[in-house]
Every structure is written in C-alpha cells, then in structure tokens.
C-alpha cells in the first residue's frame, strides 16, 4: 500500500489557542475520521502567532482510482474533561461545502482559517487581515539545491488561492531582507518573487537605488529556464529585466551577463529598451562596459540563436552608449558581426555616432582626431567627419582663429578623408557665404582642389555661382576692413587677384567671371579713388592682374579725356604718382594707359579739319606740354602715332606763325588765346624738343596781333562806309563793294595772312579805303552825318562808290571841320 507524507500549514485567528487545541480532522483514519484529534497544530514561530502547522503525517494511501478524495477540515478541539481527547470540535467554515481536499502531489498544505459564523458571534473568533503571514517565508527557508521546482509550484498555489497576500508578503523588503543568503536556488526564487512583485506595480517600476542587483543577478551564471516551471518564464523575465536595468543605471556591469541567456529568456532583447538612456558619464567607466561586452561577445554574435532585425536593434542599441570614438571602434571592429546585410543597416548608425561623439570638437581637435585614426580605417569612417566639418563651416556664429582656418584648410584637403563631389560643393558654397575674410581666402585654393580631383559640375553649374557670390562677399569684406573711399581697398581687390591667379587664372571662365565682378565693383569707386590705388598695383608682379586694372584706368580715362582740362591733367600726374611739374611716367604699365589715351584722342580727332587740332593744341597746351616733354618710361609714349602727330603739327604751327602763312580765321581764333599762353607753349615744346628751330617770340605774337587788328578794322571801316555812307538808292554800284567786303569776311580761311599784307588783297577798295577810314571815324558825329546827307542830295553826280569817296567825301569832311572851327570862334 502506497503512502504520501503530508504537512499542514494554516493561518488562524489569533488568541485561538485561548479557546481550545487547533486541529486537522478527515475522511481518514490519519486524520481521526472527523471526531478523533490526531493531528494537532503548533506555532513554529513566536513572531508569527496566527501561523500553526502539524508534524509530518503519513497517510496510506489504498487502491482509489482517485488520489484527490480526500477531504479534511481545519478545526479547534475545546477538552469537556481532563482526557484531552474528549470534548467537543468546532469546525472551520459553516457546511460540508467548506470541506477541503487534500493535494496529495504535495507535501505541504497551505491554507487560511475559514471563518464559522458561531464562533464569530458567540466567541469573536474569526480572521480578517493576516499580518504575520508566513507561508513564503517557510517556502523559501525550505529551499534546497535539489528542490528549487517544487518550491517554485508551491509558491505558484499561494498565487493561486492567496495571491494578494502572497504578493504582499513578497515585497521588496522580504527579497532584500533575505538576499544574504548565498545560496543560488534562493537567489532564484527571490528573483521569482521580484518579478511576481514587479508586476503588481505600476507601469516603469523601478527598484530602489540601494538594491543590491547585482548580487541577484548572479543567478543568470549558467541558468538555464528549462530546469524552472514554465509558469516562471514571464516573472522571471520581468525580474532579470528590472534587475539589469537597475544595475546598468547604477554604472554597474553584473548586469552584462544577461546576454549570455537573452536568445532563451529574453529572445527578442526587450530589455534593451529599458536600457535606451543609459550612458555613461565618464571614459573609464565606458572602457569597462566595453570590456565586459568583448568577454560576452559570443553570445551577441551568435546570430543562430538571435534574429536579424533583433541583432540590428541590439546593434544600434551598442553604439549609440559609445560616447567616444575609442570604444566605438572597439565595438565596431572587435565586437560586432559584420556582413553586407548588417553593414547596411548598422553602419548609418555608426557613422551618427561618430558625429555625435565629435559634435563639440572644434576643427583642430577634430583634424587631430582624425589623424589618430589608424589609416587603415580613416577611409571607412571618413564621413562622419566630413559631415562634422562641414557642419562647422556651416555654423555662422563660430569665430575661427588663425589655427582653426590652417586646420579646416587641410582637413578640406586631406584625401583619406575621400571627399566628394557634393561635400567640396557645399564646403565651397559655405565658405563663399562666410563673414570671416580670412576663411574666404581659402576659397581659391579649394577651388583649385576641386578643379584638380577632375569634378564635374556641367550640369548643375553651381560652381561659377558660388566662385561669383564668394567673390563679391569677400569684396564686401575687404571694402569693411578698408575706409572705403581710400585707395587701399582698391588695392586689396586686387592683391587678392594676384593670389587668386596661379590657382584659377588658367580656368578662364571663371577668372572672366571674377574680372566682371572686380570691373563693376571697382567702377563704383571714385575715379579719385581708382586713379590713386594706380602706384600700390603697379606693385604686383602678376601681368595678368596688372592688365585688368589698366583696362578700367583706360575705361575711365577715356571718359574724361574730353576735355582735356586740369582735372583730367590732374589724374595723369596721380596715375604717376608724380608730384613735380614735369611728367616722369614711373613703369610700363602707366605708360601703356598713356599710350591708350594717345590713342583715344587721335580717334576722336580722326578725319579733323588741320586747322581745329592746332586749336585743339593750344586750347590743351598744358596738357601738351606736359606730355611731349614727359620723361621715364616714354619709348612707347615717344614712338606712338598721335604723339609724334601733335609734336609735329606743332612745328608746322610755329612755322606757319612765324612765315605769317596761316591763314586768317585761324589767326583770329589763336588770338583768342592770351599771347603768353602761345608763347609759352612754343618755347616749352620746340625748345624742349628741337632747339635749332626757331620759335615765335612773344613781340612777333604781338605783331600778328596787329595785322589781324588792321584787316579786321579795315573791312568794318570799308563795311561801315558802304552801308553808311553809300546805301542811298540812286548810288547804283554800292552792293558790289558790299558784297565784296562780305565774302572777304566770311572766308578768312581762305585767305593767309601773307595775302592780306600784298596791295592786290586792297585794290578794289584801294580808292574807297581813305574816305571810309575817316567817315568811320566820324560816323557818330550827328552835324557830320547831316551835311553828308545834305550833300549826296543836292550832288547829282553822286551816282557812284568812287565818286563819293574820291569828290564828295573829301567835300563833306572840309565843310564839316569849317563848321566845327567857327563853333570854336
């Protein structure tokens, strides 16, 4: 006959034993077949006064096709005399449906006092709130190495009939109050008991700082789910999570061991969303994790037991804690798996971490990052640096130092870091737009980089953009740092040009860009200004540059050539930078623009009439003066046509003047000119030039003076006695002599002054010449006039010019001088 060894537990009202002996009756001969108190209950535990429980019991168990039809009650035996076994048994519950049954799987029979309404009325002997439950304590002190499962089922019928209780005698003090003990199986079910108890709290629980995690997790060594219920996986799970948890944010690293059992306890890694914040705040502490996880690293990376997007969350998870770039490669290259499957979906991730861990790097720490790279791997993370770089070209707040440019000047050139197309345009695009005008330096070398690495920007065409926009910022810099209406910002415009040159100047679209812009930028200037930067270009040694300049110095010349006054002779001297009265042209380049208004102004005079270049001569005798006795670089001044043209027609002038062969409209119009000017002009050119010629002095300006005074006075007499004197209508000849006097004066050029001074020049008017001189003189004498009209009347032979100049004039002027000496009288 079988048998089965039984143990009650049970929790009874308190001050019971005040009333009578607890006891367990049943069905059974063991159990007094319900009136014989064999099994008596004591109190183990003087702190625990309503926890009473029975001596090991064996009950036989015969042939019933059943195991689980025993029933049994909990009861108090109240003595009616002194044999104890006599007396009356007052049972638990209030009808037979309150019988209980015996599990006989299990050895220990758990159960809480049914309250009896009797004794609860007559007696106040019933059970609310048990404060001193005891029967997971008695579960856990019960633990063995070898029974770790049934204890385990054990506290799951506590769950199941007594779980508020249960929960509540599970509390986080019980599992800290017991986690001395060493022995692994406790350590199990408390981690049991955490997880029943953890998910009875409200949702993100989380254990208090002082629990020793550490020591529970412990239990992961060599654990193993299949030696525990199945029932234990999920509290388990809740428990090992929390407990990592707790220990990962208290920069503790027993916690790391859960990844030698995640694939069976935690297959799809949830804990490590419980684990999403955690960082570490300092190098040492990371280098620890990192050598914990390259212990663990086979179980991480047996991707036969984790799935793939599971490795991929894991992986990322990793990476991101990996505050510096130290333990980042260590985890990328040593640690974790690699493959193109995983690469492709990791390595963006790793990559923003790198950015991350160097995101408050300035550029030098950035650079020196970089080159403590091992080269071999330089290339494969290049881009997070890349990207960092360009995000610092891209901050407009960053002041950079001398330092700081040298260093983004050779980290943008730097090839292991394998720049690309798209990364040097948008670095390019960045520095044009910088304030900062040593960094806008920059720009022609990287642009000349960039021009080099045979980049290809046909389509887009972003690049002539960005070379015309940092262009014209970094003149905006220039103009800044410079007085703007000074000659020096002038100046930098174009030392930056000669900089520029060698890296750009072969690429010439771009450089005929960057001409247009330095073109219009400089015209704005004042021509003062412009004019006077002249001596700090002729400075520059590039040609090239050098040549532009001297286009807009044409440019402007050009516009102000006309007329040549003493501004424009002005801006000679200042394009000379001379300060003496005399022109010394100091290079090439000054006298090249010379040369260009040479020729200027032999367009402007091209197909002129000879006689308006001498006037032209005179009228900017300064001017030529100064340029014909010019001296420096003037080879090529000397040998251009228009200068040897003026030189030449001034020789011709002075002969014409001195032979009296000019004719006499332009005598009147060099007499317009004061007789010092002509003078002066002359001497300072042909002396300077040819001193064997002779040269007009100033007494023979005089007389040419004279004579053209003559001719003009003589034909206002002769023009003044014609129609003055001649004009009556029975004078039938006078429009001829008029006529005549007309056309003499209005073609002066036609006549030279050598003619004027013959008698043939006189002889139609040879008999009229005397009579109009004194008639002109006394034209405005009223009492001449009168008897001149009295006489032409009253004389009618007075038909004719020559009689009246030669009869009737000569009449007149007697009678007139009788009247005026008698008026003396």
Request: neutral net charge; contains cysteine; hydrophobic residues 40%.
């Amino acid at each position: 006959m079988a048998s089965k060894t039984i143990k009650f537990h049970i929790h009874l009202p308190g001050g019971i034993e005040n009333i009578g002996q607890p006891i367990v009756l049943g069905d059974r001969k063991e159990l007094g077949f319900w009136q014989k108190p064999i099994v008596k209950l004591r109190q183990p535990f003087p702190e625990n006064l309503t926890y009473w429980q029975s001596e090991l019991i064996t009950i036989s168990l015969p042939n019933f096709s059943k195991t689980n039809n025993i029933k049994y009650k909990f009861a108090i035996h109240i003595p009616t005399s002194i044999n104890e076994e006599e007396g009356e048994n007052v049972f638990e519950g209030n009808s037979p449906e309150d019988d209980r049954m015996l599990d006989i799987e299990r050895e220990n029979q758990f159960a809480i006092w049914k309250n009896n309404s009797d004794l609860s009325q007559k007696l106040n002997i019933h059970i609310d709130k048990i404060y001193d439950y005891a029967f997971v304590n008695y579960i856990f002190n019960s633990i063995r190495f070898y029974n770790l499962k049934d204890k385990i089922l054990e506290y799951q019928y506590l769950l199941y009939y007594y779980n508020d209780i249960t929960i509540h005698a599970s509390n986080i003090d019980y599992i800290i109050n017991n986690i001395k003990y060493e022995l692994k199986e406790r350590r199990i079910f408390l981690c049991l008991l955490l997880g029943h108890y953890i998910s009875k709290q409200e949702f993100n629980y989380e254990l208090p700082k002082f629990f020793p995690s550490g020591l529970l997790l412990d239990v992961i060594d060599n654990y193993k789910q299949k030696n525990l219920p199945s029932i234990t996986k999920n509290p388990m799970k809740i428990a090992i999570t929390c407990l990592v948890q707790h220990n990962a944010f208290q920069h503790q690293f027993r916690w790391v061991k859960i990844f030698t059992i995640a694939a069976e306890i935690d297959p799809e890694f949830i804990f490590i969303y419980y684990l999403k914040d955690l960082s570490y705040p300092n190098d040492n502490l990371l280098e620890n994790f990192i050598r914990e996880l390259e212990i663990i690293s086979p179980y991480i990376n047996n991707t036969k037991n984790i799935e793939f997007e599971v490795y991929i969350n894991l992986a990322k998870w990793l990476i991101e804690i990996c505050h510096n770039n130290n333990a980042l490669f260590k985890l990328w290259f040593d640690i974790l798996l690699h493959n193109k499957a995983i690469d492709n979906n990791i390595f963006k991730s790793f990559i923003e971490r790198i950015q991350k861990n160097i995101s408050n790097d300035d550029i030098i720490n950035l650079e020196n990052r970089f080159n403590r790279v091992p080269k071999k791997i330089q290339g494969y993370i290049s881009e997070a640096f890349r990207y960092h770089a360009i995000q610092s070209l891209s901050n407009p707040f960053m002041e950079w130092s001398y330092q700081e440019i040298s260093s983004i000047k050779r980290f943008l050139q730097n090839d292991n870091l394998n720049w690309n197309k798209n990364d040097l345009i948008q670095s390019l695009e960045l520095i044009s737009q910088s304030d900062n005008l040593e960094l806008l330096k920059l720009f022609p070398e990287l642009l000349d980089n960039w021009f080099h690495k045979d980049f290809t920007d046909v389509k887009e065409k972003r690049i002539p953009k960005i070379s015309n926009d940092w262009f014209k910022n970094l003149l905006d810099r220039l103009e800044n740092i410079s007085n703007k209406n000074d000659f020096n910002f002038i100046f930098l415009i174009f030392h930056q040009l000669e900089i520029m040159f060698p890296l750009i100047g072969y690429r010439r679209n771009t450089w005929n860009n960057l001409s247009i812009i330095t073109i219009n930028r400089v015209k704005a200037c004042s021509e003062h200004q412009i004019i006077g930067a002249t001596k700090f270009i002729m400075k520059l040694k590039e040609n090239e540059v050098k040549k532009l300049f001297s286009s807009i110095i044409k440019g402007i010349m050009s516009e102000i050539i006309q007329p040549i006054n003493d501004r424009f002779i002005d801006k000679i001297f200042m394009l000379c930078d001379c300060k003496s009265d005399i022109l010394n042209i100091p290079n090439t380049m000054c006298e090249d623009i010379l040369c260009y208004i040479m020729f200027t102004l032999q367009k402007q005079t091209f197909m002129t009439d000879i006689l308006e270049v001498y006037l032209s001569i005179i009228k900017s005798s300064r001017f030529w003066i100064i340029i014909l006795n010019a001296t420096g670089n003037v080879e090529n001044l000397k040998a251009s046509p228009y200068y040897q043209y003026i030189k030449m027609s001034t020789f011709e002038l002075n002969k014409l003047l001195l032979e009296k062969s000019l004719n006499m409209r332009l005598l009147q119009q060099l007499l317009d000119f004061s007789d010092e000017q002509l003078f002066r002009y002359f001497r300072e050119v042909i002396r300077e030039n040819n001193g064997n010629n002779m040269i007009i002095s100033k007494n023979n300006i005089t007389t040419l003076r004279d004579l053209y005074y003559d001719f003009e006075l003589q034909l206002n007499q002769l023009l003044v006695f014609y129609n003055g004197f001649c004009s009556d209508s029975k004078v039938t000849d006078v429009n001829h002599y008029i006529r005549d006097v007309r056309q003499r004066m209005e073609h002066t050029d036609n006549i030279s002054l050598r003619q004027v001074l013959t008698h043939d020049y006189w002889a139609f008017h040879e008999k009229s010449l005397q009579s109009a001189r004194n008639c002109y003189e006394l034209n405005e004498t009223l009492i001449f006039r009168n008897i001149f009209r009295t006489n032409l009347q009253n004389d009618a032979a007075a038909t004719n010019v020559e009689y009246i100049a030669q009869k009737l004039v000569p009449i007149v002027i007697e009678k007139y001088y009788d009247i005026c000496e008698s008026f003396k009288k």
